[in-house]
């Protein structure tokens, strides 16, 4: 599994990252190579890992940052504005209207970052 991961398996690294970043493998909780790896398959496209890093990034404390968690959200919705509704519900409150709409036109860079 973890070879196939290393090797650019977007699913494989979706499934590794969170079992790293969570701790349910059996190299125990390294949250950092979790966050690696599915940064690495949400850039090749994985949904799941653009929504799991919103969760991650809305929701644990020491990692807790609106700006990425909005814009993995709206990468995951592919733009769909009630699917992006549904998944940035509690974030909305902490996101001005036009901070949101610039945090969408550079959400593509998110992609980009090697």
Do not use: C
Request: glycine fraction near 8%; charge should be negative; hydrophobic fraction near 40%.
């Amino acid at each position: 599994m973890k070879l196939l991961a290393m090797h650019g398996d977007r699913g494989w690294q979706f499934y590794v990252g969170v079992s790293l970043f969570y701790g349910t493998s059996e190299e125990g909780k390294k949250p950092s190579q979790g966050i690696e790896l599915l940064s690495a398959a949400a850039r090749r496209g994985e949904i799941n890992a653009m929504r799991e890093l919103g969760s991650i990034y809305s929701s644990v404390a020491e990692l807790k940052n609106s700006d990425l968690a909005y814009q993995w959200f709206f990468l995951a919705s592919h733009g769909d504005r009630e699917v992006l509704s549904i998944l940035t519900k509690d974030l909305e409150t902490l996101i001005s209207a036009e901070h949101r709409d610039e945090l969408q036109k550079h959400a593509q860079d998110l992609l980009n970052n090697r």
